[in-house]
């Protein structure tokens, strides 16, 4: 509740919900594509950025029960992915149970990773179980050099990562057109991502030509002024530099395609939200927000939950899930 207020109270930013193109495309499409699913908060790294403070702490996790229900929501209102995300989500005890279940119906399931997990004993059986099924993975790597990466994420992440790319590479991922493997970069600091046509082509060049490393895409995502990222704002004295910064970078052409629009946001706990960001400040959706009272009513259109954090999707060429968005 305090990172609301502290957002909502920041000086010199117009009230996002008022743009004239947010008020045009304030509600959702009539389909939505994407149910993205929290598995819980619980997580083996404490990664700067994150926008829902995960960290092996977190006793938060999502209940088997919870995900039979998303798997009949899913089914009865016609949604065509799964993103499954965290947290490290394989630390869900249910996990394994949860991506059995979406292969045995064809659902096209996401997996958002932070690599590092699958180094562990535990979990080293999924990277071949994942290209069976034919799961598509979107790892986290904030740079391609080891001082960024772990400056960010911690000591020692960016060589795991480097050996979990590798071997999925030999499993197919990013060399096989069926084994999808992108990547995601997230600003180190207080600004904007760059171009994302041309950061990809660093990315491919400098991994390609130092760690032998391919791979499909690469999504830049705004680090949104929320969780740990927005603790380090308020430490820091930068929080109304940066939202501000945001609001003067808004760009009206990212608002049509905003993730929001098309996809619903389920918690560890069944609650529902417009997207991610939402559920880190418990905004949840208008009208029925519970997995588990959807089962037998169909998903409606619905006035999306706008805030002034929202202005870190529509800067610049915009952020979702997917990368830039214009």
Not at 240 to 248: I, T
Request: hydrophobic share 35%.
């Amino acid at each position: 509740m305090e990172a609301k207020t502290q957002l909502a109270r920041l000086q010199g930013v117009p009230a996002f919900a008022g743009r004239e193109e947010c008020r045009k495309y304030c509600m959702t499409h009539e389909t939505l594509d994407v149910m993205q699913v929290n598995m819980g908060k619980k997580c083996n790294l404490s990664c700067k950025h994150c926008h829902i403070e995960a960290g092996l702490d977190r006793p938060e996790m999502m209940s088997r029960e919870v995900m039979e229900a998303c798997l009949q929501v899913f089914a009865k209102n016609d949604f065509t992915t799964l993103d499954i995300t965290g947290g490290a989500p394989e630390m869900n005890p249910h996990f394994e149970w949860f991506v059995e279940q979406a292969a045995q119906r064809q659902i096209h399931t996401i997996l958002r990773t932070n690599l590092v997990i699958l180094e562990k004993e535990e979990y080293r059986h999924l990277p071949a179980r994942f290209a069976e099924t034919g799961v598509e993975i979107v790892a986290s790597l904030p740079y391609y050099s080891e001082k960024d990466t772990d400056r960010q994420r911690g000591q020692g992440v960016f060589s795991s990562c480097l050996a979990m790319l590798q071997k999925l590479n030999r499993l197919g991922y990013g060399t096989s057109p069926e084994l999808v493997l992108n990547l995601v970069y997230n600003p180190g600091g207080a600004f904007l991502p760059p171009n994302q046509a041309a950061l990809t082509m660093d990315y491919r060049n400098k991994l390609a030509d130092l760690y032998g490393i391919s791979f499909n895409w690469l999504y830049t995502i705004t680090n949104n002024p929320i969780g740990r990222f927005g603790d380090f704002l308020q430490r820091s004295g930068n929080m109304n530099s940066y939202l501000n910064r945001l609001a003067a970078s808004y760009n009206p052409a990212t608002v049509e395609n905003m993730m929001c629009r098309s996809q619903l946001s389920v918690g560890w706990d069944g609650l529902l939200y417009d997207c991610d960001f939402n559920q880190a400040l418990g905004l949840t959706i208008n009208g029925i927000n519970q997995i588990k009272d959807l089962i037998d009513h169909p998903i409606t259109t619905r006035k999306i939950v706008f805030g002034n954090h929202c202005y870190a999707c529509t800067a610049g060429a915009g952020s979702s899930c997917g990368g830039a968005t214009a």
